[in-house]
């Protein structure tokens, strides 16, 4: 089972990017909460935001109000709609997953990242 992130790109300060994450495999599984983090150059890895398979969001202070976390269960998806964009939300984008599958539990499965420029 992987997640496999796509979306991101370069953009101007205050423009808007979306951010799409889908898990997939050749076996059955199954995912319980989702989210996204994120790497600027020269920094740790972050959270940004994340959403259980119920629904409940949690948004780091960072980004509240400018980024909005969504995700279709039945697409296994998860999205990232980041408006209002600054150059302070330049990073490599990560989704992470906490996936079930051949009777064990994968908590905090990475995908690859997807690179977000945010130029001034």
């Known amino acids: 089972v992987q997640l496999q992130a796509s979306g991101g790109g370069l953009v101007q300060s205050g423009g808007s990017l979306r951010l799409s994450c889908y898990a997939s495999?050749?076996?059955?599984?199954?995912?319980?909460?989702m989210g996204w983090y994120r790497q600027a150059p020269g920094k740790q890895r972050e959270f940004v935001a994340d959403?259980?398979?119920?629904?409940?969001?949690d948004y780091a202070e960072s980004v509240k109000g400018r980024f909005t976390i969504s995700r279709d269960n039945a697409k296994k998806a998860v999205y990232l709609q980041m408006n209002s964009l600054k150059p302070e939300d330049t990073a490599v984008y990560y989704c992470?997953?906490?996936?079930?599958?051949?009777?064990?539990?994968?908590?905090?499965?990475w995908g690859q990242g997807t690179l977000v420029t945010v130029s001034s």
């Open positions: 992470n997953a906490d996936l079930y599958y051949g009777g064990k539990y994968y908590p905090g499965t």
């Open positions: 495999g050749s076996t059955t599984f199954s995912i319980n909460g």
């Open positions: 959403i259980t398979k119920g629904g409940s969001i």
